[in-house]
């Protein structure tokens, strides 16, 4: 290891290709990085028990799921005292529709990612389930006009 993260090259390529292909065989990763199959399988397993990888997951279509609409929240509370604070985020995390949640350093407070089915869906999350709740104060909306880059 040769860097402040205990990192070297080696490692950093491997999670480079597990990145973009977290279903690699070791075979395969093995020969993309220019090793034997034992010793890749044993940094793998060694970053995974670093928590360097965190876990595997599928990347879902979310057409395919009636979610194709994805819409970003900024959100601003008016809450300060602990207990309401936990109680909001404790609340749009349990929202199915809220795929990423954020607590932001400045303004705003928190950031969200959420995906609906389309417009009225949106709007019907928007009025039924995130104004309305007690410690909200400012929603901003902003929908994505072309994504550019994702995951990394």
């Known amino acids: 290891m040769s ?3 205990g990192l070297d090259a080696l490692d950093r390529e491997i999670l480079f290709h597990l990145r973009r292909d977290g279903r690699l065989s070791n075979v395969d990763l093995a020969k993309r990085v220019g090793l034997t199959p034992p010793p ?3 940094r793998v397993k060694r970053l995974e028990e670093n928590g360097v990888i965190s876990g595997y ?3 879902i279509d979310p057409v395919a799921l009636g979610r194709g609409l994805e819409v970003l929240i900024d959100v601003e509370i ?3 005292d602990r207990g309401t604070v936990e109680e ?3 609340t749009v995390a349990s929202y199915e529709e809220v795929v990423e949640f954020r607590r932001m350093y400045g303004r705003p407070d928190y950031f969200l990612r959420v995906a ?4 009225a869906a949106y709007e019907a999350f928007l009025m039924n389930r995130l104004s ?3 410690a909200v104060l400012r929603l901003e909306s902003h929908l994505t006009m ?3 880059k994702e995951n990394g």
Do not use: M, W
């Not at 609906?116 to 417009?119: P, R």
């Open 40 to 42: 890749c399988l044993r």
């Open 88 to 90: 909001f985020e404790t």
């Open 78 to 80: 008016y809450a300060q």
């Open 132 to 134: 309305g709740l007690p």
């Open 3 to 5: 860097n402040e993260s």
């Open 57 to 59: 997951r599928a990347v």
């Open 146 to 148: 072309k994504t550019i």
């Open 116 to 119: 609906v089915a389309d417009h």
